[in-house]
């Protein structure tokens, strides 16, 4: 085929012929190759797909008109909730380590032949990932039960999705309704604790503001006592407004901690859930598909490619047998040498493992 040596590089037309030339390789390997790969992930032990979904709450606020909402949410912007309630927010716990190492120690009902002598066990012994100590054995359940949890969040509707994939669909359920069981709890103690916070720092400043207050009163007071004749006097009328509006803003700002301070008290004692689940998991009955799809697609664009680059290798080395017989014939005689050494290296490091270490007898 002209272009390949000694002449301009082939072009488009060239590369199409060598590929039309060899069809049957280039379209049959991708193909086999993804037969071979559903029919390996058929025979592999089947899985199944657990999803629930819940959307967190939002807290009171203003209003946004629902054009501009909808464009933020499309963009990925999150203008309405505070950053610790968002979608993504939880989206990313879901996927933390305090998290994930939580779910993993926890014990789940399951049949004793796969959770040992006993009809519960924890997610860690039920995985068997092994290890060579138990924060080991721990760092390899959470990865491995990354690797079965994918979490999306919908931005517009508040919407997070937790997904669970195991072998058993009586376990990915559990799973998926613990992580949001452990979401709630996480939320209320957060919450709590914000609140017992809130509460600490506003009633120390209550009672700072009542002394104010009571300081502002007796001082109105006694302006009243000394001057009872003040509206007649342009001064002391001056003065009198400058009191009464002190005390005012420190009667508006006690009122407010107040309120606050109440608010917080309630907030320190509240338990109740801040996720709305909109459909718990429940064990699936058929087995996951998209996987073998996947798997199939990914397969068949390797095979695609490694038969493409292939058939122009074959082609590369007819042309050089046929133009460069010189060439070809030292590529073969190379090639024989490549495979004459690695011959004599395997017999060699199998004739070292199998010679005897030890000092040898006397006969």
């Not at 709305?276 to 095979?303: I, K």
């Given at each position: 085929m002209p272009g390949w040596t000694g002449a301009p590089e082939p072009g488009l037309f060239q590369l199409v012929n060598v590929l039309l030339k060899r069809w049957k390789l280039v379209t049959g390997l991708p193909v086999a190759l993804a037969v071979v790969t559903v029919g390996v992930a058929t025979l592999l032990a089947p899985t199944f797909t657990a999803t629930t979904t819940f959307v967190p709450e939002s807290p009171a606020q203003a209003q946004l008109p629902a054009g501009l909402a909808g464009l933020a949410g499309q963009l990925g912007v999150s203008i309405g909730p505070e950053g610790s309630r968002s979608p993504r927010f939880y989206s990313e716990l879901v996927r933390s380590r305090g998290m994930l190492e939580r779910v993993v120690l926890t014990r789940y009902s399951f049949p004793r032949t796969v959770a040992g002598p006993t009809d519960s066990a924890s997610l860690l012994v039920i995985l068997r990932t092994g290890g060579r100590s138990y924060q080991d054995s721990v760092e390899r359940g959470v990865r491995a039960l990354q690797r079965m949890i994918s979490v999306s969040a919908d931005n517009e509707t508040n919407i997070v999705r937790v997904s669970v994939l195991s072998r058993y669909p009586d376990l990915a359920a559990p799973i998926a309704n613990r992580?949001?069981?452990?979401?709630?709890?996480?939320n209320t103690r957060h919450r709590q604790t914000q609140a017992r916070q809130r509460r600490s720092f506003v009633e120390q400043r209550l009672a700072?503001?009542?002394?104010?207050?009571?300081?502002?009163e007796q001082q109105l007071r006694t302006f009243y006592e000394r001057n009872?004749?003040?509206?007649?006097?342009?001064?002391?009328r001056f003065e009198e407004g400058r009191l009464r509006r002190l005390l005012e803003i420190?009667?508006?700002?006690?009122?407010?901690?107040?309120?606050?301070y109440e608010t917080a008290r309630?907030?320190?004692?509240?338990?109740t859930p801040v996720l709305t689940v909109l459909d718990s998991a429940v064990p699936p009955q058929r087995r996951s598909q998209a996987r073998r799809s996947a798997l199939a697609v990914v397969a068949m664009a390797f095979g695609l490619m490694f038969s493409v680059v292939l058939a122009i290798g074959i082609e590369y080395l007819d042309h050089m047998r046929r133009e460069n017989r010189g060439e070809y014939l030292e590529f073969r005689r190379l090639v024989r040498q490549m495979r004459s050494d690695l011959g004599g290296l395997a017999k060699g490091s199998s004739a070292r493992a199998g010679s005897p270490t030890g000092p040898r007898s006397s006969p």
């Amino acid at each position: 085929m002209p272009g390949w040596t000694g002449a301009p590089e082939p072009g488009l037309f060239q590369l199409v012929n060598v590929l039309l030339k060899r069809w049957k390789l280039v379209t049959g390997l991708p193909v086999a190759l993804a037969v071979v790969t559903v029919g390996v992930a058929t025979l592999l032990a089947p899985t199944f797909t657990a999803t629930t979904t819940f959307v967190p709450e939002s807290p009171a606020q203003a209003q946004l008109p629902a054009g501009l909402a909808g464009l933020a949410g499309q963009l990925g912007v999150s203008i309405g909730p505070e950053g610790s309630r968002s979608p993504r927010f939880y989206s990313e716990l879901v996927r933390s380590r305090g998290m994930l190492e939580r779910v993993v120690l926890t014990r789940y009902s399951f049949p004793r032949t796969v959770a040992g002598p006993t009809d519960s066990a924890s997610l860690l012994v039920i995985l068997r990932t092994g290890g060579r100590s138990y924060q080991d054995s721990v760092e390899r359940g959470v990865r491995a039960l990354q690797r079965m949890i994918s979490v999306s969040a919908d931005n517009e509707t508040n919407i997070v999705r937790v997904s669970v994939l195991s072998r058993y669909p009586d376990l990915a359920a559990p799973i998926a309704n613990r992580i949001v069981e452990y979401l709630n709890d996480f939320n209320t103690r957060h919450r709590q604790t914000q609140a017992r916070q809130r509460r600490s720092f506003v009633e120390q400043r209550l009672a700072e503001v009542e002394d104010s207050l009571r300081r502002a009163e007796q001082q109105l007071r006694t302006f009243y006592e000394r001057n009872r004749s003040w509206e007649q006097a342009p001064q002391l009328r001056f003065e009198e407004g400058r009191l009464r509006r002190l005390l005012e803003i420190r009667q508006e700002v006690y009122l407010t901690l107040a309120r606050e301070y109440e608010t917080a008290r309630i907030e320190e004692v509240n338990d109740t859930p801040v996720l709305t689940v909109l459909d718990s998991a429940v064990p699936p009955q058929r087995r996951s598909q998209a996987r073998r799809s996947a798997l199939a697609v990914v397969a068949m664009a390797f095979g695609l490619m490694f038969s493409v680059v292939l058939a122009i290798g074959i082609e590369y080395l007819d042309h050089m047998r046929r133009e460069n017989r010189g060439e070809y014939l030292e590529f073969r005689r190379l090639v024989r040498q490549m495979r004459s050494d690695l011959g004599g290296l395997a017999k060699g490091s199998s004739a070292r493992a199998g010679s005897p270490t030890g000092p040898r007898s006397s006969p």
